[in-house]
């Protein structure tokens, strides 16, 4: 980190109301291609440059006291690119989640694969599994991989389940599709994070981003760092949560 990032992030942290962090922050991490592709190299070699910002936005969230990262990894709709390079972010993932296992143990942090678990190759499976497995009891951030996830995928599966289990019509609730989600212990996004210029949500976290509040930024993923966090939290702390209500009804109940 250059002498001037390093003074930002100062001066970032020291604008950062720390009763006031949000809890779930989900993120679209977009731009690997475009970032590889402005150096002459090959996408996945921006993939990998990808995964290892992770670590510095993980455990930097942690240290903040966030709750909860859901990072958007792989959606459902991406399995329709090249084979290859399919293939080589399923790699990528499998690597990462068995490099990174000890790091986030050593940590606190909790891990969880978010999506359509079941489709995904074994070996991932199994490695996940064991993450979750050591991690489970652990006292910090709880980092949510969302592999194979679609927003929509998500709801569909949750209504699947509802009426395997037979309930009638009029017993649907927003909090009973709510428990059927794929994990249903995470609360509601409350900051969405897109990278790289895109300002849309492609189907992530549809159902629990009712109510968050979106931040696009141009900085693709593998520039985003803690800086970038840190601007994505203030811009967060500087929005006036409504949830329907008007101003004067906030903060008096
Ligand atoms: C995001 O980067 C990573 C995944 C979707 C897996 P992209 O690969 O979408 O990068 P761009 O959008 O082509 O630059
Ligand atoms: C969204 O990025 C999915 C992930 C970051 C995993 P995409 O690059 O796939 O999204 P679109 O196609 O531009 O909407
Ligand atoms: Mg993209």
Same mark, same amino acid.
């Given at each position: 980190? !250059?002498?001037?990032?390093? !003074?930002?992030?100062?001066?970032?942290?020291?604008?950062?109301?720390?009763?006031?962090?949000?809890?779930?922050?989900?993120?679209?991490?977009?731009?690997?291609?475009?970032?590889?592709?402005?150096?002459?190299? !090959?996408?996945?070699?921006?993939?990998?440059?990808?995964?290892?910002?992770?670590?510095?936005?993980?455990?930097?969230?942690?240290?903040?006291?966030?709750?909860?990262?859901?990072? =958007?990894?792989?959606?459902?709709?991406? &399995?329709?690119?090249?084979?290859?390079?399919?293939?080589?972010?399923?790699?990528?993932?499998?690597?990462?989640?068995?490099?990174?296992?000890?790091?986030?143990?050593?940590?606190?942090?909790?891990?969880?694969?978010?999506?359509?678990?079941?489709?995904?190759?074994?070996?991932?499976?199994?490695?996940?599994?064991?993450?979750?497995?050591?991690?489970?009891?652990?006292?910090?951030?709880?980092?949510?991989?969302?592999?194979? =996830?679609?927003?929509?995928?998500?709801?569909?599966?949750?209504?699947?389940?509802?009426?395997?289990?037979?309930?009638?019509?009029?017993?649907?609730? +927003?909090?009973?599709?709510?428990?059927?989600?794929?994990?249903?212990?995470?609360?509601?996004?409350?900051?969405?994070?897109?990278?790289?210029?895109?300002?849309?949500?492609?189907?992530?976290?549809?159902?629990?981003?009712?109510?968050? +509040?979106? =931040?696009?930024?141009?900085?693709? &993923?593998?520039?985003?760092?803690?800086?970038?966090?840190?601007?994505?939290?203030?811009? =967060?702390?500087?929005?006036?949560?409504?949830?329907?209500?008007?101003?004067?009804?906030?903060?008096? +109940?």
């Amino acid at each position: 980190m !250059t002498e001037t990032r390093e !003074t930002l992030r100062t001066n970032l942290l020291n604008q950062i109301d720390h009763d006031n962090i949000p809890a779930h922050i989900g993120i679209i991490m977009d731009g690997n291609g475009r970032w590889a592709k402005s150096r002459g190299k !090959t996408r996945i070699h921006g993939h990998q440059e990808g995964a290892r910002r992770v670590k510095t936005v993980v455990r930097f969230a942690n240290d903040l006291g966030v709750r909860h990262i859901s990072l =958007y990894a792989f959606s459902v709709e991406n &399995w329709a690119r090249p084979s290859f390079e399919v293939s080589a972010l399923m790699r990528l993932i499998r690597a990462y989640i068995v490099r990174e296992r000890n790091d986030l143990h050593a940590e606190g942090v909790k891990f969880r694969l978010v999506g359509r678990i079941e489709e995904l190759a074994p070996e991932i499976i199994k490695q996940a599994e064991i993450s979750t497995e050591l991690m489970k009891n652990n006292p910090g951030l709880s980092l949510n991989l969302c592999i194979n =996830y679609g927003g929509r995928a998500e709801i569909v599966d949750a209504v699947k389940k509802i009426i395997n289990k037979g309930f009638k019509a009029d017993q649907v609730t +927003e909090e009973l599709i709510s428990g059927h989600l794929y994990w249903p212990e995470l609360p509601d996004v409350d900051l969405m994070v897109r990278t790289s210029g895109e300002m849309r949500t492609s189907n992530f976290h549809l159902w629990r981003s009712a109510y968050s +509040e979106l =931040y696009f930024t141009p900085v693709l &993923w593998p520039d985003f760092d803690d800086v970038e966090l840190l601007n994505a939290i203030l811009a =967060y702390q500087n929005r006036e949560r409504r949830f329907g209500k008007i101003s004067e009804q906030l903060g008096k +109940e």
